[in-house]
C-alpha cells in the first residue's frame, strides 16, 4: 500500500514537500515514481526514484525545480516541489515498480493521490 500526503493549495512560486509512504512490502525492493494528473488531462510521469537511488526525469519541464529523495529505513519517498507553477496543479501519486519504466501501466502500486493546487 502507498499513502501520499502533503499536498495543498499555494500560490505560484510558492513550494511544497509531499510524501508516500510504503507499507506491507520493502521499499528497499523497489523504484518509486511520481505522476500528476492535471484536470481533463492523462496522467503523466514527474520523474521516479530506482532503488539504487538513480533519478529519471520523465518531465523536463520540472528539472531545476522538483526533487525526489527516498528514505528505506522510514518506507518513505519525498517529492520536494519549488516554484511551483500553475501547470503544476494536479492530482499527485506516488506508484512502485521494478525499475523507473516508461509507461505508467508498468507501475503496478498506487496511491490514492494528493492535491497540488497552485495558484497565479
Known amino acids: 500500500q502507498l499513502v501520499e500526503s502533503g499536498g495543498g493549495l499555494v500560490q505560484s512560486g510558492g513550494s511544497l514537500r509531499l510524501s508516500c509512504v510504503v507499507s506491507g512490502y520493502t521499499l528497499d525492493d523497489y523504484a518509486i515514481g511520481w505522476f500528476r494528473q492535471a484536470p481533463g488531462k492523462e496522467r503523466t510521469g514527474i520523474l521516479c526514484?530506482?532503488?539504487?537511488?538513480?533519478?529519471?526525469y520523465y518531465d523536463d519541464s520540472v528539472k531545476g525545480r522538483f526533487t525526489i529523495s527516498r528514505f528505506n529505513a522510514n518506507n518513505t519517498v519525498h517529492l520536494e516541489m519549488m516554484k511551483l507553477q500553475v501547470g503544476d496543479t494536479g492530482l499527485y501519486y506516488c506508484?512502485?515498480?521494478?525499475?523507473?519504466?516508461?509507461?505508467?501501466?508498468?507501475?503496478?502500486?498506487w496511491g490514492q493521490g494528493t492535491q497540488v493546487t497552485v495558484s497565479a
Open positions: 506508484a512502485a515498480a521494478g525499475d523507473c519504466w516508461k509507461y505508467a501501466a508498468e507501475f503496478h502500486s
Open positions: 526514484v530506482t532503488r539504487t537511488d538513480v533519478v529519471t
